[in-house]
């Protein structure tokens, strides 16, 4: 037994270990795919019951805290355990409430699961923890409330979290490409945006964005790109920056490849708006 629970510690210990340098080389922030599980959530529901208590995981900050799910049937919503659970919580959104989502590992047991949160207070909650309210976790398959369908944030930092972002992201059409740039916006998530697009220093840029939504977006037919190296397509967003009163933009995207091998990317071109 004492082997045994060494030898969890010496994983973990690595595990840890590993995200730090990833995040260090700034090349990707989700760990190694060791014992990381991207379940269903239909699979992930079952084995955190309602009043259930997991560690979650921050890929990025590497800092963890401990939350009980409280509700939730599409996707769970949770609370941090404790005073200081919450502060842990708040220093990963340097120190404001955000919507904006996080690829995330929840520790149940001795098993880790990819997941993806946003650090938003809402509705109600339950516990003496200055958490006014509960959030929400989301799994593969996890739904919204609104939708019933999986918010497509979420599932890039799903995939994120269990380290197939790149493989995902290099399966997409142009038109899916345009949605995960605008997405990797919204999101302020770099390692996103790197690899969707031909930007790869984002900080600077990302700073004033508050949110950003997408109007329309013309989606091509898909023979219209089967052999093509170039596709421009016309977006209309609105964007929501520090400041300044939100405003819509209508834009051509220049979705590139260098073959038709090649995984598709967006050529960005200053200014980005």
Known sequence: ??????????????????????????????????????????????????????????????????????????????????????????????????????????????????ASMHGMPHGAGALNNDFPGHFCVHFLGSTTHKTEKMDFSHKLMVYKAAGHLKEYLEQMNPSEVAKAYTAGLKEKDTTILRYISTKQEWWTALEPIKNIKINRLQEPDHQQFEQVLQIDLPIDWNIYVKNEKPKSINKELVIIRSSPLEPWKVKVEEPLF
Not at 29 to 39: A, G
Request: glycine share 2%; net charge positive.
């Open 1 to 114: 037994m004492y082997r045994k629970i060494l030898f969890m510690v010496i994983c973990y210990q690595f595990l840890v270990s590993a995200i730090s340098v990833r995040a260090a080389e700034e090349e990707i922030t989700s760990p190694i795919s060791f014992d990381i599980q991207l379940l269903n959530w239909n699979t992930i529901n079952e084995m955190i019951p309602r009043y259930s208590k997991f560690t979650i995981i921050d890929i990025e900050t590497k800092k963890q805290f401990k939350v009980q799910r409280r509700a939730g049937s599409q996707h769970a919503d949770v609370q941090p355990l404790s005073v200081k659970d919450t502060k842990i919580m708040k220093e990963i959104y340097d120190g404001k409430w955000s919507w904006r989502r996080r690829a995330i590992l929840i520790m149940v047991d001795d098993q880790l699961f990819a």
